[in-house]
C-alpha cells in the first residue's frame, strides 16, 4: 500500500510561488495516477491537478497556466510547482493516489495529511 506525506506549503505573498512535494512510501509508485486536491475554510475540497504514466496531465480551470504537476518515478515523487500564487489559492493541499486518474476524489483511496499554503495579499 502507498502512503503519502506532502511538504513545501508555507506563506508567500500573491505572485510568488511554491513547490510542493508529495512522496509516496511503498511499492509500484508508477503504477497510480498522483493528484493534488485542496480545501479552504469552509469549502469542498476540489481538485487541482493530476498526473499517470505516459505524459497524460489534467489541471483545474482556476489553476491552468499557474501550476505544474509533475512526477519523478525513480524518487516516488510528485511535485505541484504553483507560480503567481494568488490569495484564493489558499488552502490545504493533500496529495492523492489512485488506480485511475480523473477530477473526481473519489477515483484516489490514497491521501496524504496535507500541507497548509497561505497567500497573503
Known amino acids: 500500500q502507498v502512503q503519502l506525506v506532502e511538504s513545501g506549503g508555507g506563506l508567500v505573498q500573491a505572485g510568488g510561488s511554491l513547490r510542493l512535494s508529495c512522496a509516496a512510501s511503498g511499492r509500484s509508485f508508477s503504477m497510480y495516477a498522483m493528484a493534488w486536491f485542496r480545501q479552504a475554510p469552509g469549502k469542498e475540497r476540489e481538485f487541482v491537478a493530476a498526473?499517470?504514466?505516459?505524459?497524460?496531465?489534467y489541471y483545474a480551470d482556476s489553476v491552468k497556466g499557474r501550476f505544474t504537476i509533475s512526477r519523478d518515478n525513480a524518487r516516488n515523487t510528485v511535485y505541484l510547482q504553483m507560480n503567481n500564487l494568488k490569495p484564493e489559492d489558499t488552502a490545504l493541499y493533500y496529495c492523492?493516489?489512485?488506480?485511475?486518474?480523473?477530477?473526481?476524489?473519489?477515483?484516489?483511496?490514497?491521501w496524504g495529511q496535507g500541507t497548509q499554503v497561505t497567500v497573503s495579499s
Open positions: 492523492a493516489a489512485g488506480g485511475a486518474a480523473s477530477a473526481r476524489s473519489q477515483s484516489y483511496d490514497r
Open positions: 498526473v499517470k504514466n505516459g505524459g497524460w496531465i
